[in-house]
């Protein structure tokens, strides 16, 4: 990956190579449905919007963002079929952890 490519794009190809369950995960009146994708194999989590000029970025299972180191990992990767320990661990990674 080059630095003057943007975050959180797709790669089409790779992106086709999870097997994802599409649900809605919420709607707003600016941005339209939320999508949640997730890989029925590697278990993945994935959200965007219809308009792609938003972006993909990593979710966990409940939807929330990831860092977007973990997307940026994650785009750039083929589907690994199966739940990696890594991945356990980056699915925490979450990009707003409250503060205290
Ligand atoms: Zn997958």
């Known amino acids: 990956m ?3 490519e943007p975050r959180g794009v797709m790669n ?3 992106w086709n190579t999870h097997d994802f369950k599409v649900k809605m995960l919420d709607w707003s009146a600016t941005r339209g449905s ?3 994708h997730t890989c ?3 278990g ?4 965007r919007f219809p308009v792609l000029s938003h972006g993909v970025w990593a979710i966990d299972d409940q939807g929330r963002a990831l860092e977007s180191v973990v997307t940026d990992l994650w785009l750039s990767q083929p589907c690994p079929r199966a739940v990696g320990e890594s991945d356990k661990r980056d699915s925490k990674r979450l990009r707003d952890t409250p503060k205290i």
Do not use: A, V
């Open 40 to 42: 029925r194999r590697c």
């Open 44 to 47: 993945r989590g994935f959200s």
């Open 2 to 4: 080059t630095e003057s």
């Open 12 to 14: 089409q190809s790779l």
């Open 34 to 36: 939320r999508l949640g």
